[in-house]
């Protein structure tokens, strides 16, 4: 069979049509315009992509960190924990833990267990630390017993348990705690034991009293004569005196021993409060402890003591007067002197003010005439002092 070639498809190049019009150049004006409005278009998208892409780095760079765990405030724990004897109770006295043990302030609510293990006549200490805490100061109640950042704490045994203890022992021991998730309490490491050995001290001093004198406060007292448990006393005693100069509790601090029953206070201000207090000490195999306090007693010295008479006053007349010296008084707290004269008749006094040295000119006098003179000496208190002896003097 014959074959025939393929017709080939006949494809006419299409003509641009032409504007009907008689403004191609208007047209061709078009084409210009529009083409430059793509061109802007395509610009304005390519600088949001810029932007868009700016921003997800960024957000990227400042994507959050993984949690961090909460900060656990574990008190460090108390190294000075003092335990003594007073009377039949014991003072605990120790500072309050203030950081944590990563070395930061603890910034929580803090808490404080006191911890005691009772130790009878004949039995071996227990080596654990008891499980139960004697008492646990928080909040208000830790706040009424810290002075200063010091604790107080004060066990107070009645005196039926105390008369079974009197041979035995109580050890105490503290540690301090925070609040962690769920109210878990975070506790501090066991504070130092402290130990003390109950012993049957003196009653307390009785009739204390406070004298003023114009240099010291003049402390006395009476003896006790039993012990707290109603026994007479055996043993040797001396005294802890105790000063504060504000009479609060706390305040109290100790400015010296007496093996007697009197004590002088140098150390003192006229128009101060002072409160004082006494207790008795006992020393027995090795171990001291203090009796209960006295009762206490507050002054407020008043400086009614004058200064001494003046000494060596002499005078002697010159062409202008009489001229006067003495010897100066030593007193800290003098003021001045007054001088006084006479001519038979009641001494006047010469000066209107107060003289600030040991002499003076008195020009006032007249020929033919004796003079009589004496001087005072008087403090910032007003108090003046008994006159000096008196001397004469005749003007010619």
């Known amino acids: ?25 208007a047209c061709r004006d078009g084409d210009r315009i529009g083409s430059g409005r793509l061109s802007t278009q395509l610009r304005s998208f390519f600088r949001i ?41 014991v003072e605990l006295h120790f ?23 009772v130790i009878h006549p004949g039995e071996k200490p227990a080596p654990a630390v008891p499980e139960t805490p004697l008492a646990t100061l928080q909040g208000a109640d830790l706040a009424r017993h810290t002075v200063a950042g010091k604790v107080e704490y004060t066990d107070s045994i009645d005196r039926a348990e105390f008369e079974r203890l009197l041979g035995g022992a109580l050890t105490y021991q503290v540690r301090g705690l ?15 034991a402290a130990t003390v050995r109950p012993l049957d001290v003196p009653a307390p001093p009785s009739g204390l009293a406070v004298e ?3 240099s010291a406060l003049q402390l006395r007292w009476s003896a006790p004569t039993e012990t707290v448990t109603g026994k007479a006393l055996s043993t040797a005693i001396r005294y802890r005196i105790y000063r504060s100069e504000t009479g609060k509790l706390g305040s109290y601090q100790s ?28 020393t027995l195999s090795g171990q001291t402890a203090e009796s209960a ?21 002499s005078g002697l007349y010159t062409a202008n007067g009489v001229e006067l010296i003495w010897s100066p008084n030593a007193e800290p707290d003098l003021a001045g002197y007054n001088i006084y004269r006479s001519t038979g008749e009641n001494p006047v006094k010469l000066n209107p003010e107060l003289l600030r040295s040991p002499l003076y000119h008195d020009t006032a006098v007249t020929s033919g005439h004796r003079y009589t003179y004496r001087v005072t000496a008087v403090d910032t208190n007003g108090n003046q002092s008994a006159p000096s002896a008196e001397i004469s003097v005749d003007v010619p």
């Open 1 to 25: 069979m014959r074959e025939w070639p393929l017709p080939v498809p006949i494809v006419r190049k299409r003509e641009p049509q032409q504007c009907e019009t008689s403004h191609c150049a």
């Open 49 to 89: 992509c810029v932007i868009c892409a700016i921003c997800g780095l960024c957000l990227g760079c400042a994507a959050q960190s993984p949690p961090r765990p909460p900060r656990v405030q574990r008190p460090e724990a108390v190294r000075d924990l003092i335990a003594a004897q007073v009377g039949t109770v």
């Open 95 to 117: 500072t309050l833990p203030d950081t944590a043990t990563d070395g930061q302030g603890i910034t929580k609510p803090l808490e404080i267990d006191i911890l005691r293990a």
């Open 178 to 192: 925070t609040r962690g998730f769920r109210d878990r309490p975070i506790e501090s490491a066991i504070s130092n």
């Open 212 to 214: 003023t004198t114009p």
């Open 255 to 282: 400015i010296g021993e007496s093996e007697d029953t009197a004590l002088a206070d140098a150390s003192f201000e006229f128009g101060h409060l002072y409160a004082y207090r006494v207790r008795a000490l006992v």
């Open 293 to 313: 306090d006295s009762a206490s007693v507050k002054v407020v010295p008043r400086d009614v003591f004058p200064p001494a008479p003046p000494a060596g006053l």
